[in-house]
């Protein structure tokens, strides 16, 4: 029992200091209705309607974190079971990564997805000592334990994650390690630690921190979504060279993690966009832009970059919530509900 | 430091608390600790298990062996127990107080009235003095409509929804507890859902931690819950529980076809051994037929394709029977070569060629012509062995070995047989190419026995080249030798061999107590046409050796070749070139081959010509006529040379067609040829004696008259034969 309490007091100090004290949630209730009524099938499932309407584990994650953010406990109990009885199957404790409506058995892929992995231990965990829910805290452990067990191994002397069971690593891929950067979700490591204390999820953070920094390819000077760390970082073959719609979250996990110095954050948001030259995933090999991210889910981002480094006020039309696209729409919430606890100053 | 201590603890005690069902289950079989942890639920709640791992040992020594060594009487009472734990497992612990009828309620609301049965056998299990309803139908509504609506999407399988609903009303409603039925159903209708989630995404260790944490799930009202259970078992190397899962449906559950399955998917799973029991189990259908007739067919072939496998000829002779009727009827291919491998097993050879040749003619394979070669083989008759294998030398592995060891049967015949040539060039290319030991010396001695030890040698020299230890090719190579009289090649046989070998040592004996050693000389390679009744042996020389050969086998020659290979893997493609000159020049075409391949290697194109090039001509020599067409392609060549081997080449192919008494194709062959070059006398005569065979005799007379006139002796003597032959006509 006391071990309990003194886990639940960690883990609450490492709550932001809204939600222990109960004020108003960082995500408001009609935001949360509308990412719910667009994004949220009534069976529980996170719907990624920019990719045929499948859900995976990434997404399940998000939801429970936004509904925890929202403090809606009875939509996080809906996406947590769906996610449970849906995805979490496998012998190593992982959930598989990939749900299909439309297939039979709607488990298409059964690897899994570290960043899925680490958003639904981190959301069960917050939840749990926010709310007070062991099974949501013993469920958060058992996931941790996997993804440390599984996924995060030694390579050349740093400690990285693997972007899923099985596919990536040395012995997978004669270029392996290939790691995704846009899978370390710098705010969860200190509450997996909380969970199974190991080292090696605090150089996991640092180590993450000093690649971010490496991660510069082609004239663009931006990392790309797969990297390849058999010698030095290089974007991974076969896989596009490109700095991608993933690779946005990069910037958001630093700045909502509070790691990174504000020059490291200075540089990528004068990577990300400048004047007369949008954001944009970009072609790496070219520097040249390929799809604009006109998005306000993509350019909150900018905004929040420039609020932490200058103090900058964040544009009222970024403020405003109008959900289009399953994954924009939750950058867009996380980045509203980090500014709201943090850098209120700026709204 | 001690916070972290703490959280240490916590970390582990929250694991077992959890975790009763958590401990991760691998699928490697070695991973004890891990099988063990997971057995440990399904142990404790007495159910599906092997009860013979308590009374056997701890350990893996329980999984497939002491199923079988573990007598009758322990099989019936360890059943007795998952009986007697079945039974005690439907009772979950008394509760006090009054009943909760809500389920009861909602079930007679639906007018489910099996469910509602089911709802009061088990209340009045639980509280012995609560009296049931007289009109259970007539039981109020629940007057709680949340609650029923909660009732409502359980019974829809919408279980997440039930949890969120649940959530809400006790956000809403501080202190409201849901029914405690509800939550143990509900429970339970998740791990189901997981449990074949999981099953289908192969998940074994998962579907054995959700049925050990759910007893309740594991029951005939669900069987297929139990075949996932089932599978799972076996296929993680647990096959004995997997086993009792069976057993378990086939002795407690009723329904006609999940038990029909069941049976199914036991054979389907299990090695007869394990299926037999189970299939026993059986029951008389209504019709009083034995409820799984249909599984015997399939029975009967695993029975025999088992043994074939194990190399066993054990069968029962009823399967045997069944499985000929199959065949006789149904004729499936697959059925008699089952038939076909187990006779041969027997040492039946009639019957099994029999079988074989039915199969073959029902639908040819790789599979049929294997074991009619294989029987053919043992029945003295490689020839056809040879070609009946042939086409399928490529099909697999074990297809290659068997046509090789027809091929080497066939050339091993004695007394030797006449082989077609074009069957001996194939059997050579075949031997060549999978660098086959005792299907080069059999050429040896098969070139040996028409008397030609020059080819016989080459044969041998390759046969040791691939097996240097190999002592029957040395053998070979000194009869060769000898009657080749090469002394130097025989001395040098007699210092490596003759302390190995006692034969060879035998041999020398012989030798210097002979008065006069037995000088024979070397027999010219003969030309095909010269004597019609044999046929060539291959390999042999080209007929325009466009490159002269040496003119003596010096030591020096061929020391100058060993040092050129002595450069080892690291040799430079032009000394593998250069090699591959030496050995043509020693007449060791073979070698020279393979010098030339490693040539062809190089990045330098002319190298890699003069490597094509001399590849052709040392196939050229070997009589391997494909094999230099091949080769010439391999590299681009200047127009003289390609020129040169495509004469060549045809020049060999008319020969061929000619042996293989392709009278038409030699004539064509030849005409391609002489659009390049002028005809050489041995051609015309060629040419003459195939219009002759097509029974053009007057061509064939223009062209004797013509050499005849040029005093040659062949022309004469045709001119002869078709001028008598006209007279005894006329």
């Not at chain 1, 709607?106 to 981190?122: E, K, P, W």
């Not at chain 2, 050969?549 to 020096?556: D, M």
């Amino acid at each position: 029992m006391k071990s309990w309490l003194s886990m639940l007091f960690t883990l609450l100090m490492l709550l932001p200091a809204s939600l222990a004290h109960a004020v108003e949630p960082s995500i408001h209730e009609d935001e949360w209705a509308q990412y719910r009524s667009r994004f949220l099938d009534r069976g529980g499932r996170i719907i990624d309607n920019g990719n045929r309407g499948i859900s995976h584990s990434e997404g399940q994650g998000y939801g429970m974190l936004l509904a925890f953010l929202a403090d809606n406990r009875a939509d996080f109990e809906l996406i947590w079971r769906f996610t449970r009885n849906e995805l979490l199957l496998r012998d190593d404790g992982l959930a598989a990564w990939k749900w299909d409506p439309a297939a039979q058995p709607h488990v298409t892929d059964v690897n899994s997805a570290t960043d899925g992995d680490l958003l639904i231990a981190y959301a069960l965990a917050l939840a749990g000592s926010g709310w007070d829910n062991r099974d949501y805290v013993a469920a958060a452990t058992r996931i941790a334990k996997s993804i440390l067990r599984e996924t995060v191994v030694r390579h050349a002397g740093k400690t990285i994650l693997l972007p899923g069971a099985s596919g990536f690593s040395s012995q997978d891929r004669d270029d392996g390690p290939v790691i995704n950067p846009s899978y370390w979700i710098f705010e969860a490591f200190p509450v997996m630690n909380a969970l199974v204390p190991s080292e090696a999820w605090g150089r996991l953070s640092t180590d993450g921190l000093q690649l971010m920094t490496q991660l510069q390819f082609g004239p663009a000077q931006l990392p790309a979504e797969w990297v390849s760390l058999r010698s030095a970082p290089r974007p991974a073959a076969g896989f596009e060279r490109i700095f991608g719609y993933n690779s946005v979250r990069i910037p958001l996990y630093m700045a909502r993690a509070r790691v990174g110095d504000t020059a490291a954050l200075a540089r990528l948001r004068a990577a990300l966009a400048a004047e007369g030259r949008p954001m944009a995933t970009v072609d790496l090999s070219t520097g040249r832009p390929l799809q604009p991210l006109t998005d306000r889910g993509y350019m909150i981002i900018l905004s929040l970059l420039d609020c932490i480094t200058d103090g900058t006020r964040v544009p009222e039309t970024m403020q405003d919530f109008q959900p289009d696209l399953y994954f924009p729409a939750t950058l867009q919430l996380l980045a509203l509900s980090f500014l709201r606890e943090e850098h209120a100053a700026c709204l | 430091m001690s916070l972290m201590r703490n959280l240490t603890a916590l970390a582990a005690a929250s694991l077992l608390i959890g975790t009763v069902a958590i401990a991760p289950v691998r699928s490697q079989p070695a991973d004890d600790s891990a099988a063990s942890a997971a057995a440990v639920p399904l142990e404790r709640q007495g159910r599906l298990r092997p009860v013979e791992e308590t009374a056997g040992g701890a350990g893996r020594s329980g999984t497939q062996g002491t199923a079988e060594r573990s007598p009758l009487g322990g099989r019936t009472s360890q059943l007795r127990m998952v009986q007697d734990a079945v039974s005690a497992q439907a009772q979950p612990p008394r509760p006090s107080g009054e009943p909760d009828l809500s389920a009861l309620r909602y079930f007679a609301s639906r007018g489910d009235t099996a469910r509602l049965q089911a709802e009061i056998a088990r209340l009045r299990s639980l509280y012995p003095d609560w009296t049931p309803p007289a009109d259970p139908l007539a039981v109020p509504q629940n007057v709680d409509r949340q609650l029923e609506q909660l009732w409502q999407l359980y019974a829809e399988g919408r279980y997440a929804e039930v949890r969120a609903a649940i959530t809400e009303r006790q956000t809403s409603e501080p202190g409201w507890t849901p029914p405690a039925d509800l939550l143990s159903r509900l429970a339970l209708g998740e791990a189901r859902t997981r449990l074949i989630n999981a099953s289908d995404q192969k998940q074994y260790a998962t579907v054995i931690e959700l049925g050990a944490a759910n007893p309740n799930l594991l029951n005939c009202s669900d069987v297929d819950v139990l075949w996932r259970i089932a599978e799972a078992f076996v296929r993680t190397d647990r096959r004995q529980r997997g086993v009792d899962a069976y057993r378990y449906i086939l002795q407690h559950c009723d329904n006609p076809q999940e038990r029909l399955a069941t049976a199914q998917k036991a054979l389907a799973l299990l090695p007869l051994a394990d299926a037999r029991p189970l299939l026993a189990l059986e029951r008389p259908l209504a019709d009083g037929q034995p409820e799984f007739a249909t599984l015997r067919d399939g029975l009967a072939r695993r029975a025999v394709a088992e043994a074939n496998e194990a190399n066993r000829t054990d069968v029962d002779p009823a399967d045997v029977e069944r499985l000929e009727a199959l065949a006789g009827s149904e004729g499936q291919a697959s059925d008699m070569l089952l038939l076909g491998w187990l006779h041969r097993a027997k040492g039946e050879l009639d019957a099994a060629e029999t079988w074989f040749r039915r199969a073959n003619q029902k639908e040819a394979s790789a599979s049929a012509a294997q074991g009619l070669a294989l029987v053919l083989v043992a029945r003295g008759k490689p020839g056809e062995a040879e070609a009946i294998m042939f086409g399928w030398r490529d099909a697999s592995d074990e297809a290659r070995a068997t046509y090789l060891a027809a091929a080497t049967n066939y050339l091993a015949v004695e007394p030797a047989p006449v082989i077609a040539p074009e069957v001996l060039t194939r059997m050579a290319t075949e031997i060549l190419t999978s660098r086959h030991t005792p299907g080069a010396q059999q050429l040896g001695w098969y070139a040996q026995s028409f008397n030609q030890p020059q080819v016989a040698a080459r044969w041998f020299e390759t046969a040791l080249q691939w097996a240097p230890q190999d002592e029957p090719s040395a053998y070979g190579l000194l009869v060769a030798r000898d009657a080749l009289n090469d002394r130097p090649g025989v001395a040098e046989i007699q210092r490596n061999w003759a302390s190995r070998s006692p034969r060879i040592a035998a041999f020398f004996e012989r030798l210097a107590t002979a008065t006069v050693p037995s000088v024979r000389t070397a027999a010219a390679v003969a030309a095909p046409k010269a004597e019609p009744a044999r046929p060539p042996v291959l390999p042999r020389q080209g007929p325009e050796p466009v490159r002269p050969a040496a003119e003596t086998r010096g030591i020096s020659r061929q020391s100058a070749c060993q040092a050129a290979s002595s450069g080892g893997p690291a040799a430079s493609a032009q000394q593998m070139l250069m090699q591959g000159w030496c050995l043509m020049d020693l007449q060791r075409p073979l070698e020279a081959v393979e010098s030339f391949e490693a040539a062809l290697k190089s990045p330098s194109a002319p190298i890699r010509e003069d490597a094509a090039y001399g590849q052709s001509l040392a196939y050229l020599r070997l009589g391997l006529t494909d094999n230099a067409a091949v080769a010439a392609t391999k590299s681009p060549l200047r127009p003289a040379r390609a020129a040169e081997l495509q004469v060549a080449i045809l020049a060999n192919r008319a020969l061929a067609a000619f042996s293989a008494q392709r009278y038409r194709e030699t004539l064509i062959y030849l005409d391609q040829r002489a659009a390049l070059k002028a005809e050489t006398t041995d051609l015309m005569i060629l040419r003459a004696n195939a219009y002759r065979a097509l029974g053009d005799t007057a061509s064939a007379l223009q062209i004797f008259s013509v050499l005849a006139e040029i005093g040659n002796g062949d022309g004469m003597k045709g001119v002869e034969e078709i001028r008598s032959l006209d007279d005894h006509n006329g």
